[in-house]
């Protein structure tokens, strides 16, 4: 859960990247909201953000639509979700969950 929770926020990361440098466009998803607006099927904000938050499993499907309608492909979330050590899960339990609690 963690690792998805952590990837996501990565691929979302250089979204936001691309935002912060001033280009204009106003298909990136860069937000919870976009994302749940962007998908194709009916995915709700609070369903992205619990895939975001790394507390309660995402079914893959979820996932699936999620890394879509970012623009990116699932081979993009692989390639990073292989990335991600045992040291950025502690960091993010103990910076992200203890925000969160």
Known sequence: MIKV??????LLRR????T????????????????AT???ADIRKATVTNA??????????TIILIVES????????????NRISDKDIL???KNILKIQS
């Open 5 to 10: 929770a952590i990837t996501l926020r990565l």
């Open 70 to 81: 970012m623009g990116f492909t699932m081979k993009d979330f692989g390639e990073q979700y």
């Open 38 to 40: 962007n998908s194709s």
């Open 20 to 35: 912060d440098l001033n280009v204009e466009n106003e298909d990136l998803v860069n937000s919870y909201e976009k994302i």
């Open 52 to 61: 975001f938050s790394g507390k309660k499993k995402s079914t893959m499907i």
């Open 91 to 93: 960091e993010f339990e």
């Open 15 to 18: 979204n936001k990247n691309f």
